[in-house]
């Protein structure tokens, strides 16, 4: 199962629209068969004991490194846009549509 990090806005704009948002992006992404991280689920986790953005953040990255894509999903986030900077250092491939991400994934 390929892992895919799901970069998008979370704290920009209305943080339970986003959140709603990437989830259904990950549900997607499972029903085609990918193993998707959400990190935007950790705001439900925040709600019980919360944690500095800085630590999401770190904690986000050790988890966008074990992963093998990441699909960037629309919205302007300076969190998603520094993940996605970091992906391409490590070489971890990135995507704009679940089309593209799946043909790539068909041809690995």
Partial sequence: MIRVYV???ITKGNTMHNVHTAI???DELMA???CPFVPHATCFW???TPHSY???CKWDDEW???CQAVLRIP???RGADAEIEMAKSL???VFYSLDNLITWARSQ
């Fill in 24 to 26: 259904k992006v990950g």
């Fill in 7 to 9: 970069a998008g806005p």
């Fill in 64 to 66: 966008l490194k074990v």
């Fill in 54 to 56: 800085e630590e999401w």
């Fill in 32 to 34: 085609h068969g990918f």
């Fill in 46 to 48: 925040d709600m019980v």
């Fill in 91 to 93: 070489g971890i491939p």
């Fill in 75 to 77: 919205g302007e986030s």
